[in-house]
């Protein structure tokens, strides 16, 4: 249920409406628009008649929501959420452009990549310190050690860093030390993990599972967002179809989808999607095209020995001929 102010209303009429949706025992969330404010209810409002707000002078009209997702509804939150990413800006036409290997394997591999991802436009830095494989007998990643690494890479060239959490043990370490922290494809119904991830102050880029659905997408955002943390970023990654040629099928109509369903940022993952670094170019365009808030791409400066997904990263060369022309299609768009 969504409690629409008559335009104008002062902060005692807010509150004083704010204080009745308590009084039934809901939860208020305020969202101030430049003339109108609006009350999400949040909690069962299956027993709270919508008529004992309507007869309110200061309400102006009361929408009910049918979809179980409410606080990452765009009904509940009309204007696009920026993100900040240690202040780089995410949505609402600001762009991130995220980029690095799937794995950190060295201070100087990582260094390498960094310098020069930044001098073609990047403005975070991505890089796997636990990583989960298929196999058992894959590389693992560094661990603390390969978080150790992007600090410092991170020190040295100044791009906020991105990594992946895959177990709550390292919670507190990654709320330390990464400004966006990954939940990756595999992790993303670990509710026990989103409850968690919402007390942390970070933001959080949640990554679509191998097979979710929209909803089911949202409702993983709701969970971190009903914890208490409201910065989340929403990564498109591909998902599993019947075709064995890709590594997965990306799926575009998510972009439109998700803007007309969320207020959430909503960035693609070429690289895992396609799972082939000839690929990257091409999705990585008709992504910022349908009007993706950005782009999280696999760079490696020697893909042919990477120790993980070499197979789907760009080479440095390759990404600054890309991402001069992505950001050529976000202005058309109007992007940033």
Known sequence: ????????????????????????????????????????????????????????????????VQE??????????????????????????????????????????????????????????????????????????????????????????????VSELMSPDHLDIFNEKVDLIQIGARNMQNFDLLKQLGQVNRPILLKRGLNATYEEWMMSAEYIMASGNENVILCERGIRTFETYTRNTLDLQSIPVLHKLSHLPVVIDPSHAGGKWWLVDSMAKASIAAGADGLM????????????????????????????????????????
Do not use: W
Not at 92 to 121: H, T, W
């Open 68 to 161: 179980p997702y409410k606080l990452v509804n765009r009904a509940f939150h009309p204007d696009d959420t920026i993100v900040d990413v240690s202040g780089v800006k995410v949505g609402g036409g600001n762009m991130a452009y995220i980029a690095g290997p799937c794995s950190v394997e060295s201070f100087e591999q990582v260094l390498s990549i960094a310098k020069d991802i930044k001098a073609a436009g990047a403005n975070m830095l991505r890089g796997g310190a636990f990583k989960p494989r298929t196999s058992p007998y894959s590389f693992q990643g560094l661990g603390v050690d390969g978080l150790e690494i992007l600090c410092a890479v991170k020190e040295e060239v100044g791009l906020p860093i």
């Open 1 to 64: 249920m969504i409690i629409v102010l008559k335009q104008h209303s002062g902060q005692n009429e807010i509150d004083h409406v704010a204080d009745l949706v308590k009084a039934k025992g809901l939860e208020p969330h305020i969202v101030k628009g430049a003339k109108q404010t609006i009350i999400g209810c949040i909690g069962d409002t299956s027993h709270v008649d919508s008529k004992l707000f309507e007869v309110n002078a200061l309400v102006d009209r009361v929408i009910h």
């Open 297 to 336: 791409v696999e760079v490696h400066n020697d893909p042919e020995n990477a120790l993980c997904d070499g197979a789907q990263s760009l080479k440095p060369d390759k990404y600054i001929h890309l991402l001069k022309d992505v950001q050529e299609i976000a202005k058309i768009v109007h992007r940033q």
